[in-house]
């Protein structure tokens, strides 16, 4: 048990119950959203009924310190809070909570915090599961081609559309996050459908903060709308904002819980979706570039940019290997035999021995700009620079511990192909 539920559990031992009635205040639009405010004491339970059904909650406090061991409690399902970190500057607030039913009725278990606490309610509407992933042919996606998602119109359905005024750029970096708040919710569109709520009525957004998001089934859905743009290129609130040039992709669950990792199934949508994107901007999975003056890798956790454990540990702790994952399907992808398929190498011998000279040969129409040396780790240990050569063959050697590289080889119109070399 983590300090946080043991602090909880003492308190719901400790604590006395008060019936909610004395709102400070109260906002309510519509039949989807409801804010109420209440100033609490410590050790205190405090009973809240509504004539308003919610699929999905989270606070706000009014000390700067986010309070350890306050729990909110819907029928027999404790939840300890955690800080949202994507949350607006200023606002110490909890992360989403999505229920699997709607509620009408909640306790907040006050731990030691004292001060004003401010409760978001959110009705999401669509309170049965629907399979979306039975209509989407996930597994029959072509080979590198966009894999097919969820659009707008289908899980936003009775959900007033955002209306403002879109902003593109071109990507260099895909961000990775999780969505934190709990992992017991299965009714993922709703869940989606519940952030959509929370990032425009609660945080003041004018839309979903992703590009994308992905749930535990694999099902991909699309995120911020473009409007007549491209979903890829619209520019979200994901990234500490620092938006512009990134693409977000959130993995609904929290992976800084426990041992929860994402599923295989998300992976795996997560792979084709990432490797697709990088395909069609000509991007290494294993470089990086200047994002906002740091260096910032092509794929990467929000925690590399921001104050924050996003996208948890489990998923963090997998980047390098889903490098690799992108790397092979980028490999696989630019081999298939199709005339759109330009640029071709030969890399030869291979297996090769250690210390042995390696051939890399182009197509005559190719001129090469450098060749990126990827470890089996996924990291790049050398790059060589062979810019306005007009040779056809290229000779390095090879001095590097047994095992499986990558050749990130690079034109001089930017066109890249990965190769993969044996080294024995």
């Known amino acids: 048990m983590n300090i946080q539920r043991l602090i909880g559990v003492i308190g719901l031992i400790l604590c006395t119950y008060t019936s909610w009635s004395q709102s400070a205040y109260e906002v309510k639009r519509g039949d989807y959203y409801l804010e109420q405010s209440l100033t609490v004491m410590p050790n205190q339970a405090y009973v809240l009924d509504v004539n308003f059904e919610f699929t999905a909650f989270s606070l706000s406090f009014s000390n700067d310190t986010f309070p350890v061991g306050t729990s909110i409690q819907v029928d027999s399902e404790e939840y300890i809070l955690s800080k949202d970190e994507h949350a607006p500057e200023a606002r110490n607030q909890a992360n989403l909570v999505s229920l699997n039913s709607p509620a009408k009725r909640l306790v907040l278990n006050s731990g030691p915090y004292q001060g004003e606490v401010i409760i978001y309610l959110l009705n999401s509407y669509r309170h049965f599961k629907t399979d979306v992933r039975s209509r989407l042919d996930m597994d029959g996606d072509e080979p590198c081609a966009e894999p097919e998602s969820v659009d707008q119109s289908e899980w936003r359905s009775g959900l007033q559309a955002p209306n403002f005024s879109r902003s593109f750029s071109d990507v260099e970096h895909v961000i990775i996050h999780h969505s934190a708040g709990s992992n017991t919710s299965t009714n993922y569109i709703q ?188 990291k790049h240990i050398q790059t060589k620079s062979i810019r306005g050569s007009n040779n056809l063959t290229y000779l390095l050697t090879f001095l590097y511990p047994p095992g499986t590289y990558f050749l990130a080889i690079t034109t001089e119109t930017d066109q890249i192909k990965y190769s993969k070399l044996i080294l024995y």
């Open 191 to 378: 869940v989606v459908r519940d952030i959509y709520l929370y990032h425009t009525e609660v945080n003041g957004w004018s839309d979903i903060g992703y590009n994308y998001l992905i749930d535990k089934e694999g099902t991909i859905y699309k995120g911020r709308d473009p409007d007549d743009g491209d979903q890829d290129n619209v520019i979200g609130a994901h990234f500490c904002g620092k938006n512009s040039g990134t693409m977000g992709i959130c993995l609904l669950g929290n992976f800084e819980e426990g041992n929860i990792t994402p599923s295989e199934e998300a992976i795996e949508s997560l792979i084709k979706l990432t490797s697709w994107k990088l395909i069609k901007e000509s991007l290494d999975p294993f470089s990086s570039s200047i994002h906002r003056g740091e260096q910032l890798n092509t794929l990467a956790g929000h925690r590399d940019g921001c104050s924050t454990l996003c996208p948890g540990t489990n998923t963090y702790v997998q980047l390098e290997s889903f490098k690799e994952m992108i790397g092979e399907t980028i490999f696989d992808c630019e081999n298939i035999e199709e005339e759109s398929v330009v640029l071709t190498s030969n890399v030869y011998p291979n297996p090769a021995r250690l210390g042995e000279l390696v051939t890399v040969e182009l197509n005559e129409d190719q001129t090469l700009k450098s060749i990126a040396i990827i470890d089996p780790n996924g």
